[in-house]
Protein backbone atom coordinates (compact mmCIF):
# COMPACT_ATOMS: atom_id res chain seq x y z
CA UNK A 1 0.00 0.00 0.00
CA UNK A 2 2.51 2.34 0.61
CA UNK A 3 3.79 2.32 -3.39
CA UNK A 4 0.25 3.52 -3.56
CA UNK A 5 0.60 6.44 -1.39
CA UNK A 6 2.62 9.64 -1.14
CA UNK A 7 5.51 10.45 1.28
CA UNK A 8 4.67 10.27 5.21
CA UNK A 9 5.48 14.59 5.20
CA UNK A 10 3.08 14.75 2.45
CA UNK A 11 0.25 12.46 3.47
CA UNK A 12 0.55 13.81 6.97
CA UNK A 13 0.33 17.65 5.73
CA UNK A 14 -2.81 15.82 4.00
CA UNK A 15 -4.28 14.37 6.55
CA UNK A 16 -4.21 17.08 9.03
CA UNK A 17 -5.69 19.50 6.16
CA UNK A 18 -8.08 17.22 5.79
CA UNK A 19 -8.95 16.91 9.37
CA UNK A 20 -9.54 21.00 9.22
CA UNK A 21 -11.67 20.87 6.36
CA UNK A 22 -13.78 18.42 7.81
CA UNK A 23 -14.35 20.10 11.14
CA UNK A 24 -14.99 23.20 9.75
CA UNK A 25 -18.81 23.62 9.79
CA UNK A 26 -20.43 23.59 5.85
CA UNK A 27 -23.20 23.01 3.87
CA UNK A 28 -22.99 19.12 4.77
CA UNK A 29 -22.09 19.75 8.66
CA UNK A 30 -25.52 21.40 8.72
CA UNK A 31 -27.73 18.72 6.55
CA UNK A 32 -26.25 16.09 8.83
CA UNK A 33 -27.22 19.02 12.24
CA UNK A 34 -30.51 19.42 10.78
CA UNK A 35 -31.10 15.60 10.07
CA UNK A 36 -29.92 14.32 13.86
CA UNK A 37 -32.13 17.54 15.25
CA UNK A 38 -35.08 16.80 13.44
CA UNK A 39 -35.20 12.81 13.05
CA UNK A 40 -32.92 11.75 15.73
CA UNK A 41 -29.15 10.30 16.35
CA UNK A 42 -29.75 7.33 13.56
CA UNK A 43 -31.12 9.26 10.90
CA UNK A 44 -28.30 11.84 10.99
CA UNK A 45 -25.71 8.50 10.88
CA UNK A 46 -28.15 7.64 7.89
CA UNK A 47 -27.28 10.94 6.66
CA UNK A 48 -23.65 10.52 6.79
CA UNK A 49 -22.75 7.48 5.38
CA UNK A 50 -25.74 8.61 2.14
CA UNK A 51 -22.79 11.67 2.05
CA UNK A 52 -19.56 9.43 2.34
CA UNK A 53 -20.98 7.46 -0.57
CA UNK A 54 -21.53 10.86 -2.74
CA UNK A 55 -18.21 12.20 -1.98
CA UNK A 56 -16.42 8.75 -2.91
CA UNK A 57 -18.70 9.34 -6.15
CA UNK A 58 -17.27 12.87 -6.51
CA UNK A 59 -13.73 11.41 -5.75
CA UNK A 60 -13.74 8.83 -8.55
CA UNK A 61 -15.41 11.24 -11.36
CA UNK A 62 -12.26 13.48 -10.43
CA UNK A 63 -9.79 10.97 -10.86
CA UNK A 64 -11.04 9.87 -13.98
CA UNK A 65 -10.92 13.50 -15.68
CA UNK A 66 -15.28 13.88 -15.44
CA UNK A 67 -14.01 17.36 -14.03
CA UNK A 68 -12.64 18.00 -18.12
CA UNK A 69 -16.32 17.54 -18.90
CA UNK A 70 -17.66 20.49 -16.53
CA UNK A 71 -14.51 22.99 -18.10
CA UNK A 72 -15.29 21.96 -21.44
CA UNK A 73 -19.20 22.37 -21.25
CA UNK A 74 -20.74 24.57 -19.18
CA UNK A 75 -23.94 22.89 -20.00
CA UNK A 76 -22.89 20.05 -18.26
CA UNK A 77 -21.72 21.74 -15.29
CA UNK A 78 -25.03 23.87 -14.76
CA UNK A 79 -27.31 21.17 -15.86
CA UNK A 80 -25.38 18.80 -12.56
CA UNK A 81 -25.39 22.24 -10.27
CA UNK A 82 -28.99 23.10 -10.46
CA UNK A 83 -30.16 19.39 -10.35
CA UNK A 84 -28.15 19.43 -6.46
CA UNK A 85 -29.77 22.93 -5.70
CA UNK A 86 -33.28 21.70 -7.10
CA UNK A 87 -33.14 18.82 -4.93
CA UNK A 88 -32.67 20.48 -2.01
CA UNK A 89 -34.92 22.92 -2.17
CA UNK A 90 -37.40 19.79 -3.39
CA UNK A 91 -36.40 18.68 0.39
CA UNK A 92 -37.22 21.93 2.16
CA UNK A 93 -40.58 22.19 0.52
CA UNK A 94 -41.09 18.37 2.02
CA UNK A 95 -41.10 19.27 5.04
CA UNK A 96 -43.16 22.38 5.22
CA UNK A 97 -45.94 20.00 3.53
CA UNK A 98 -45.71 17.58 6.75
CA UNK A 99 -48.34 17.76 8.79
CA UNK A 100 -48.07 20.01 12.37
CA UNK A 101 -46.17 18.43 14.65
CA UNK A 102 -43.63 16.14 12.25
CA UNK A 103 -40.42 17.45 11.22
CA UNK A 104 -39.90 15.52 8.15
CA UNK A 105 -42.67 14.43 5.51
CA UNK A 106 -44.18 10.66 6.37
CA UNK A 107 -42.02 8.81 4.05
CA UNK A 108 -44.38 6.37 1.85
CA UNK A 109 -42.20 3.32 2.14
CA UNK A 110 -41.57 1.09 5.30
CA UNK A 111 -37.67 1.98 5.36
CA UNK A 112 -37.18 6.03 6.22
CA UNK A 113 -33.47 5.58 6.93
CA UNK A 114 -33.01 4.71 3.31
CA UNK A 115 -34.74 7.72 2.11
CA UNK A 116 -32.23 9.67 4.50
CA UNK A 117 -29.41 7.48 3.20
CA UNK A 118 -30.71 8.14 -0.51
CA UNK A 119 -30.86 11.77 0.54
CA UNK A 120 -27.56 12.59 1.96
CA UNK A 121 -26.15 10.43 -1.48
CA UNK A 122 -28.10 12.44 -3.90
CA UNK A 123 -27.56 15.89 -2.28
CA UNK A 124 -23.66 14.98 -2.05
CA UNK A 125 -23.20 13.53 -5.79
CA UNK A 126 -25.07 15.87 -7.43
CA UNK A 127 -22.39 18.97 -6.33
CA UNK A 128 -20.57 19.87 -9.03
CA UNK A 129 -18.30 22.08 -6.77
CA UNK A 130 -17.14 18.89 -4.49
CA UNK A 131 -15.66 17.23 -7.51
CA UNK A 132 -14.03 20.53 -8.82
CA UNK A 133 -12.93 20.62 -4.84
CA UNK A 134 -11.49 17.34 -5.29
CA UNK A 135 -9.19 18.16 -8.25
CA UNK A 136 -7.95 21.36 -6.99
CA UNK A 137 -7.27 19.80 -3.57
CA UNK A 138 -6.01 16.31 -4.42
CA UNK A 139 -2.79 17.06 -6.83
CA UNK A 140 -1.47 18.86 -4.06
CA UNK A 141 -0.86 15.95 -2.09
CA UNK A 142 0.23 13.72 -5.17
CA UNK A 143 3.76 12.39 -5.43
CA UNK A 144 5.44 11.73 -9.22
CA UNK A 145 6.62 8.18 -7.95
CA UNK A 146 3.14 6.52 -8.59
CA UNK A 147 0.18 6.61 -9.92
CA UNK A 148 -1.76 9.83 -10.03
CA UNK A 149 -4.84 8.18 -10.77
CA UNK A 150 -4.59 5.51 -7.84
CA UNK A 151 -2.88 8.20 -5.43
CA UNK A 152 -6.12 10.58 -6.10
CA UNK A 153 -8.53 7.71 -5.10
CA UNK A 154 -7.10 6.48 -2.19
CA UNK A 155 -6.06 10.13 -0.98
CA UNK A 156 -9.71 11.18 -1.57
CA UNK A 157 -11.12 7.76 -0.05
CA UNK A 158 -9.31 9.12 3.10
CA UNK A 159 -10.80 12.39 3.21
CA UNK A 160 -14.42 10.90 2.39
CA UNK A 161 -13.50 8.39 5.80
CA UNK A 162 -12.32 11.33 7.78
CA UNK A 163 -15.53 13.01 6.78
CA UNK A 164 -17.30 10.07 7.45
CA UNK A 165 -15.67 10.21 11.47
CA UNK A 166 -16.16 13.85 12.20
CA UNK A 167 -19.98 14.04 10.68
CA UNK A 168 -20.75 11.03 13.03
CA UNK A 169 -19.56 12.95 15.88
CA UNK A 170 -22.13 15.99 14.83
CA UNK A 171 -24.65 13.48 14.64
CA UNK A 172 -23.57 12.22 18.01
CA UNK A 173 -24.28 15.46 19.63
CA UNK A 174 -27.17 16.81 17.43
CA UNK A 175 -29.11 13.39 18.43
CA UNK A 176 -28.03 14.18 22.35
CA UNK A 177 -29.53 17.53 22.46
CA UNK A 178 -32.65 16.85 20.27
CA UNK A 179 -34.56 14.84 23.30
CA UNK A 180 -34.13 17.77 25.20
CA UNK A 181 -35.18 20.49 22.93
CA UNK A 182 -38.35 18.28 21.61
CA UNK A 183 -39.65 18.56 25.50
CA UNK A 184 -39.74 22.72 24.98
CA UNK A 185 -42.95 23.28 24.35
CA UNK A 186 -43.20 25.06 20.72
CA UNK A 187 -39.46 24.42 19.76
CA UNK A 188 -40.98 21.02 17.91
CA UNK A 189 -42.89 23.43 15.45
CA UNK A 190 -39.97 25.54 15.05
CA UNK A 191 -38.14 23.29 14.34
CA UNK A 192 -40.08 21.93 11.25
CA UNK A 193 -39.52 25.43 9.91
CA UNK A 194 -35.58 25.40 10.52
CA UNK A 195 -35.32 22.39 8.75
CA UNK A 196 -37.32 23.72 5.33
CA UNK A 197 -35.36 27.01 5.82
CA UNK A 198 -31.92 24.89 5.53
CA UNK A 199 -32.39 23.15 3.07
CA UNK A 200 -33.95 25.46 0.83
CA UNK A 201 -30.93 27.86 1.92
CA UNK A 202 -28.59 25.09 0.91
CA UNK A 203 -30.45 24.55 -2.28
CA UNK A 204 -30.57 28.17 -3.22
CA UNK A 205 -26.69 28.85 -2.03
CA UNK A 206 -25.62 25.68 -4.44
CA UNK A 207 -27.12 27.77 -6.87
CA UNK A 208 -25.90 31.18 -6.77
CA UNK A 209 -22.32 30.41 -5.78
CA UNK A 210 -21.76 27.04 -8.18
CA UNK A 211 -19.81 29.84 -10.78
CA UNK A 212 -17.33 30.33 -7.64
CA UNK A 213 -14.39 28.52 -6.86
CA UNK A 214 -13.83 26.11 -4.32
CA UNK A 215 -15.23 24.05 -1.95
Known amino acids: MNEFLPPWPLLSAFLLTSLVLALAPGPAVVYIVTRSLAQGRRFGLASVAGLALGNLGNVLAASIGLVALFAVSSLAFTV????????????????????????????????????????????????????????????????????????????????????????????FAAGAIAPMIGRARGVRALGRYFTAGAFIGLGVFAAVAGSRSGK
Open 80 to 171: VKYAGALYLVYLGVQVLRAPPGEALPAVPTPTPVGRVFRDGFVVALLNPKTTIFFVAFLPQFVSTEASPMVQSILLGTLYAAIAAVTGSIYA
